[in-house]
Nanobody, 128 residues
Framework: QLQLGESGGGLAQPGGSLRVSCVASGWSLDYYTIGWFRQAPGKEREGVSCISRSGDSINYADSVKGRFTISRDNAKNTVYLQMNSLKPEDTAAYFC?????????????????????WGQGTQVTVSS
């Protein structure tokens, strides 16, 4: 069974950068579309970014476009979320999630209900 583990969270100053990673074990990440989601205290979990199996389909939430970049390294079974120009409102627990797709080009979507496997999350705090 696929297991996901996030790392790389921490404290950053406004305008700073962090990179969070999602490492898969138990199965090859090649077969999965991956999404990043976040949840701030008292708020619903929301989609941040996703990437298809091939990497050709990528989507971002409007709130992070131009600041965050998702990428994947299937050889390392890892998906990354590079977060630049961080804002206090980016403070949240960040989760990666996976859904298997038969087609490597199947477009990714930021729909929570589609994703079957979830990591435990990593906290990102943006504060001066």
């Amino acid at each position: 069974q696929l297991q996901l583990g996030e790392s790389g969270g921490g404290l950053a100053q406004p305008g700073g950068s962090l990179r969070v990673s999602c490492v898969a074990s138990g199965w090859s990440l090649d077969y999965y579309t991956i999404g990043w989601f976040r949840q701030a205290p008292g708020k619903e979990r929301e989609g941040v970014s996703c990437i298809s199996r091939s990497g050709d389909s990528i989507n971002y939430a409007d709130s992070v476009k131009g600041r965050f970049t998702i990428s994947r390294d299937n050889a390392k079974n890892t998906v990354y979320l590079q977060m630049n120009s961080l804002k206090p409102e980016d403070t949240a627990a960040y989760f990666c999630a996976a859904i298997p797709r038969l087609s490597s080009n199947y477009p990714c979507r930021l729909s929570l209900s589609e994703y079957e496997y979830w990591g435990q999350g990593t906290q990102v705090t943006v504060s001066s």
